[in-house]
């Protein structure tokens, strides 16, 4: 049974950095697509970054280019999203994700708050 557990959300100041971490189990995750995606109230949940799984080539959305980095570890199975500059639109929920052959496999998701 795959799971993966997000954490590292918090209540952060604009203009601060945070580090999201997502553990997956049940599962190995070299060779498999992983990504980061968020959902603020109200909202879509959308796209923030991905990273494959063979080439760990990353894909930023235009709105968090330049400002995050993700990253994973094979070997630990976690996934991670460095996120700097943090605006009040960054404001959401985020979710891990991982597509395994055709499945696509969600975390319960991480709040973060981005607010003076």
């Known amino acids: 049974q795959v799971q993966l557990v997000e954490s590292g959300g918090a209540w952060m100041q604009p203009g601060g950095s945070l580090r999201l971490s997502c553990a997956a189990s049940?599962?190995?995750?070299?060779?498999?697509?992983m990504g980061w995606y968020r959902q603020a109230t109200g909202k879509q949940r959308e796209l923030v970054a991905t990273i494959t799984g063979r080439t760990n080539t990353p894909v930023y959305a235009n709105n968090v280019r330049g400002r995050v980095t993700i990253s994973r570890d094979n070997a630990k199975k976690t996934l991670s999203l460095q996120m700097n500059s943090l605006k009040p639109e960054d404001t959401a929920v985020y979710y891990c994700n991982l597509v395994r052959n055709v499945t696509a496999y969600w975390g319960q998701g991480t709040q973060v708050t981005v607010s003076s």
């Open positions: 049940g599962t190995i995750i070299d060779g498999y697509n």
